[in-house]
């Protein structure tokens, strides 16, 4: 049994409603809320036809009836093309709202996947890519008390990264701005997976400097290669991760609490868009979710790029009764957006 024009209509009159109002469907709502032009009778037995064919369920004996992953992925696949074809849409405003108070690419990320989260009312995030091939560009330390320094990491194409650091023993004051600018010069340029390698050198090299400032190197050099390593893994911005309790299907406070756990737990969400593809957009769909808890959800992704090269993926979570069409060209025009904004910060940057 084929799906014909008019079953077709149906389906996504079912789907429709339910996206609206998260109810169980009949076919005398779909009658009154539809213009198909047939008898809520014929409806009626389109949607036990639907329902055989793996695109319709009754969740309860004298309930209606509600779509399965199946009739989601029919939807998906239907609008794919419409979606791909057009043009996103907003690029320039996005673009302005982004780089709104986001001076380098840390913040942009931010509000990134602040404003996916405001504009899908879904849980929202943002895979950066591994900054293992990035490059030094300074180093400074900070003084904040007498045994406190703030250690900022600044990598070419705007990335910086700031790390508090407690000492065993006080800061010499005098020679903080010097550990800075010979720290800056010894690893200008080297990547961060490589600053392992020549710790042992560096070392060497830094032998020389009075006492009171070895002190404070030894410490340094050890705690630097160690955030390093951290750096090199992936990082994940996450926002709304909250939102999905507004949904009436997340009323079960174990099933909720279940998607929560999940989501805040950075290392599976690394792991998750690992397994998604890396097509500039991809659309899982419940069950064809690899993790238990989101055989509920739909994962709707999309890639970032830098001179063609994937370095990044963008995403949404949320139920997979959702506005496909809408979040779709959403998280589209994010991942635009973001594209352009990264390749004019990287463009800047190398022309220095």
Known sequence: MSLDKRK??????????????????????????????????????????????????????????????????????????????????NIDQLRSIIEEKANEIDSIFKNSVRIL????????????????QAEVKRIQLVPITDRKILLVLILKNNIVKEVMLKLKSPVPLDQVDQISSMLSEKLYGYKLEDIRLIMDNLIVQFYHIKE?????????????????????????????????????????????????????????????????GENDLDVSIGRENAYEELRDCSLITATYKLNGKLIGKIGVIGPTRMNYNKVISTVRSMAEAMNEIISQSFDEDNKE
């Open 8 to 89: 077709v209509k149906i389906l996504k009159a079912v789907i429709s409603s339910y996206v609206d109002n998260a109810e169980a469907v009949g076919s005398r709502t779909i009658s009154k809320k539809y213009e198909l032009g047939v008898s809520p009778a014929t409806i009626r037995n389109e949607m036990s036809d639907l329902e055989e064919m793996g695109f319709l369920m009754q969740p309860h004996a004298s309930a209606g009836r509600i779509p399965t992953d199946k009739a989601y992925r029919y939807y998906v696949d239907d609008i794919w093309k419409k979606v791909q074809n057009s043009n996103a849409t």
């Open 212 to 276: 009171s400032s070895n002190s404070l190197l030894m410490e340094l050099l050890p705690f630097l290669v160690d955030q390093v390593g951290k750096l090199e893994n992936f990082n994940v911005y996450a926002d709304g991760l909250t939102n999905i309790l507004n949904l009436p299907e997340y009323n079960d406070v174990v099933k909720a609490r279940e998607f929560i756990s999940f989501i805040e737990d950075k290392d599976s969400l690394a792991k998750l868009f690992q397994f998604t």
């Open 117 to 132: 989260s405001q504009f899908t009312k879904y849980s929202s995030f943002i895979v950066a890519p591994q900054l293992k």
